[in-house]
């Protein structure tokens, strides 16, 4: 007996995202932060900040955290990004 | 009726199996093979056509479709009568509050509780007595399976790609129970959340797994809610801090002393409330000394108010247990309910 089945999945791939354009270098640059909450991203962001400020001569690092570590990032946090060259977004597990 | 879906053919039952668990589209267990008759006659039962639009999840924004829900119904042994709860549950789980891609993806670990009220339990046959939260019945074990595997297949909420849960529980197999309406006094969970009376309905609620009690030693219901607050303060210091839906399971013997003493459900949340919080410095005593820092007296309740307290009348008639379900992490998410079937173009439920 042959059964003709269907298939459960969506069977289009989900919009793949885009990389934004590398940086030719970090000095100078503004790098964002978006931390989703948890614990383990202070201490990763802090070492992070510390190493791109005195390794890579980045100019400012600016520190945001998500009010919902499950959610996506609040809307005021990604206004702000098209104001930096870079954004590292860090999970705490 | 025009399906979109790719078709496969198989030679047998086993080659079914096979091409279902070796492409990752089961939970683990055998499906029913999902053939285009099966599915046309979910969606014919539920007057949808195949590329009706049940929602967009927020957070991805991929498109649900009655077909593809259909397709995973029918897999999980739904019969066309089963299938609008599940088209609904879903749209429950669509809606913002209930976070569904943070509920699903979170290393937690939670799975889709869903409460059946009103006729639609009768029809199915949906069972609110024995063994309630387990293998109760065929409509809510198939229902319950059906929403996980729409979000294994719709969403890849599999383990290890977006589900990254670090243990899950039990109920991600299946979680769906009935309220026992029909030997309870009490409003039924859905009417006391705003549905109208008699009308059938789903409630969904990211929800951790069952934390079974006992106190056959008393009558008193301060004493018995006493044991279920106690459960609730074990999960505040054991599990999270975070205040949000937590549901009670209050079985016959429980329920039938409370209700003799005149309490309702709204008695109940109201008294939990109270009784169902802890300071922060408790959790010294149970190896988290770390994060009480300088706010060992702050106060948290398990829920912000006491109508975050989801009371189901339900289990078997003997035996003094009762459980209480804890939500997945307090107000990230929040339980949904929705009537069943009542208009295709609704609005959306109003806050």
């Not at chain 2, 639609?120 to 949906?126: P, Q, Y």
């Not at chain 2, 008294?271 to 988290?288: L, P, Q, S, T």
């Not at chain 2, 398990?302 to 992490?329: C, K, R, T």
């Amino acid at each position: 007996m042959t059964f003709r089945v269907l298939d459960p999945t969506p069977e289009k791939a989900p919009p793949a995202g885009r990389l934004a354009p590398r940086l030719d270098t970090l000095q100078g640059k503004t790098i964002g932060f978006i931390s989703n909450g948890k614990e383990g991203t202070k201490g990763f962001f802090l070492h992070l900040d510390r190493i791109l400020r005195e390794e890579y001569g980045v100019a400012r690092v600016v520190s945001r955290t998500k009010s919902n570590y499950s959610a996506p990032a609040d809307k005021h946090i990604v206004d702000e990004i098209k104001g930096w060259d870079a954004v590292v977004s860090g999970l705490g597990d | 009726m025009q399906l979109a879906s790719k078709t496969y053919e198989a030679d047998s039952i086993s080659a079914v199996q096979e091409l279902y668990h070796s492409s990752g589209w089961t939970d683990g267990l055998p499906i029913v093979p999902p053939t285009a008759d099966a599915v046309e006659a979910c969606l014919e039962w539920a007057m949808m056509p195949p590329d009706q639009l049940i929602g967009i999840e927020p957070v991805r924004g991929l498109a649900i479709t009655a077909e593809k829900l259909a397709i995973n119904a029918v897999m999980a042994g739904c019969l066309p009568m089963h299938f609008p709860v599940v088209v609904t549950a879903w749209m429950a789980m669509m809606q913002d509050e209930f976070l569904m891609h943070g509920a699903t993806a979170s290393t937690g670990g939670c799975a889709v509780l869903v409460v059946l009220n009103g006729p639609i339990r009768l029809e199915l046959g949906a069972n609110g007595t024995f063994n309630a939260l387990g293998n109760s019945d065929r409509a809510t074990a198939v229902i319950g399976r059906a929403v996980r595997l729409c979000l294994i297949n719709l969403m890849d909420v599999r383990p290890g790609v977006i589900d990254r849960s670090t243990l899950g529980h039990p109920g991600k197999f299946s979680y769906c129970l009935a309220e026992d309406e029909e030997d309870s006094s009490w409003l039924p969970l859905a009417e006391q959340r705003g549905v109208p009376k008699g009308a059938s309905s789903v409630t969904v609620m990211a929800a951790g797994a069952p934390r079974q009690l006992m106190n056959e030693w008393t009558t008193k219901p301060e004493e018995i809610l006493e044991t279920f607050a106690a459960e609730m303060r074990a999960n505040l210091r054991h599990y999270s801090i975070h205040p949000g839906n937590y549901a009670l399971i209050i079985p016959k013997q429980l329920r039938e002393h409370l209700q003799a003493a005149g309490w309702t459900k709204t008695d109940i949340a109201t008294f939990i409330h109270e009784r169902a919080r802890i300071h922060r410095r408790e959790w010294a005593e149970v190896g988290k000394g770390a994060v009480v820092r300088d706010r060992g007296d702050s106060v948290y309740p398990a829920m912000e108010s006491p109508d975050q307290l989801l009371v189901v009348a339900a289990g078997g008639p003997a035996g003094g247990f009762g459980a209480v379900i804890p939500p997945w992490l307090g107000n990230k998410s929040h339980a949904v309910t929705l009537p069943i079937g009542v208009c295709v173009d609704c609005e959306p439920p109003k806050k």
